[in-house]
């Protein structure tokens, strides 16, 4: 392999202390990074640390799963609505155009953008819900997608990310909209540990979660306005007929991100935190109860989840559990997930697992996309009412021709 000359690698190093010298006081710089184990990357000098994060991220098999997983509509065959993996790019794409005009660290920014949602369950929240369910029940521990994901990256994928990374993907939920976005702590690795695993043990803990950058602040509040219009537009495109109230903030997908980002932007310039005005922070509160009772709880979206998915999740789960418990190697979470993909971080040197069963099903389920949780399902259970259930809204379907 052809190495770069001195002079070379100078060049580089100068386009990067350059872009730099625009930051904000504010910003994480990139030789500030932290990693828990010394990587063989640390002194390149054509990708930052944080874009080396970036690509570890995309190259993992839980980001590739993404572009089948929903969003919010699981049960519609369109290939024009938003699905996990998009809305991840929606988020970045949000995310660095905020930051770039703050000035902050965009490579730190697209790294926790697109590991966010790495750990999401397939049939959106409410998958998450269900598997938290299951999983609180055995061991009177918590399942939160946002934890999972830091889970999936680290130590299932064995992608040894930065501190700032893994803090930003931790802290992003997205759920409540704030006025002000504050950064938290970040300190090392041994005390992000320690909150790491709080969440697991104290149910709301989570809610009380900030990020330690303000990069990872602008992921988190870029999440939001990345749904929220966006949730509207899929709904309208497969024929959801539903009246939004007009706000400040408008009502459509692009009217959505063009206002707030730039109210964010201006209200937030040269400072160490993020803020919206307060018009548009009870626009968006507004839009976001909105959304919850006329998408999120219509009867067309949740018809199948109580009845369909939750009991195939709970037959699963238990299936799962007693071919671990069993020792079954030829059960599909030995053959398609323990041992075809990530053998190398489930099992000691002596074989055994390092892993508690109950985590190890969390794993497999959390990491399905919505097609594969009904095949196996089926080929499992293929005698069960439930195979027979599921009902589509189709790409011919009256409502669209």
Do not use: W
């Amino acid at each position: 392999m052809k190495e770069c000359s001195e002079e070379q690698l100078n060049t580089l190093r100068g386009i990067t202390e350059r872009t730099e010298e625009g930051y904000s006081p504010y910003a994480v710089k990139n030789a500030d990074f932290v990693r828990r184990k010394k990587s063989k990357y640390e002194n390149e000098v054509v990708r930052t640390q944080f874009a080396i994060d970036v690509d570890k991220i995309i190259h993992s098999p839980f980001h590739n799963r993404g572009s089948d997983k929903t969003q919010v509509f699981s049960f519609f065959k369109n290939d024009d609505i938003t699905r996990r993996a998009s809305h991840v790019q929606l988020v970045s794409r949000i995310a660095r155009t905020i930051g770039r005009a703050l000035c902050l660290n965009t490579d730190l920014i697209e790294a926790i953008a697109v590991g966010h949602d790495a750990g999401h369950t397939p049939f959106g929240h409410k998958g998450e819900q269900y598997l938290n369910a299951l999983y609180n029940n055995n061991t009177g521990r918590f399942f939160n997608h946002n934890v999972h994901s830091v889970r999936v990256l680290q130590d299932i994928s064995g992608c040894n990310l930065t501190l700032q990374t893994v803090d930003g993907i931790l802290c992003h939920c997205g759920e409540k909209v704030n006025e002000r976005y504050e950064r938290g702590s970040l300190t090392n690795f041994g005390d992000f540990e320690k909150v790491f695993e709080r969440c697991y043990t104290d149910s709301g803990f989570i809610h009380t979660l900030r990020p330690g950058t303000l990069e990872g602040c602008v992921v988190r509040i870029s999440d939001m306005i990345a749904y929220i219009g966006k949730d509207r537009q899929d709904a309208a495109r497969l024929k959801i007929r539903v009246d939004f109230e007009d706000s400040v903030i408008g009502k459509t997908n692009i009217d959505i991100i063009k206002n707030i980002v730039a109210d964010l932007i201006t209200n937030s310039m040269s400072k160490p935190y993020l803020s919206v005005s307060a018009d548009v922070y009870e626009a968006m509160v507004k839009s976001q109860r909105e959304n919850n009772l006329k998408i999120y709880q219509c009867e067309e979206v949740t018809a199948q989840y109580d009845g369909v998915v939750r009991p195939m999740m709970e037959k699963l789960y238990k299936r799962f559990l007693d071919d671990l418990k069993k020792g079954d190697e030829s059960s599909p979470i030995y053959k398609n997930h323990l041992k075809e993909i990530f053998g190398g971080h489930y099992y000691d040197k002596r074989g055994r697992f390092i892993y508690g069963l109950d985590d190890m099903v969390v794993d497999f389920i959390a990491s399905m996309t919505d097609d594969y949780f009904l095949e196996i399902f089926a080929y499992l259970f293929p005698d069960d009412k439930l195979t027979k259930a599921v009902r589509y809204v189709d790409y011919f379907d009256k409502r669209f021709i």
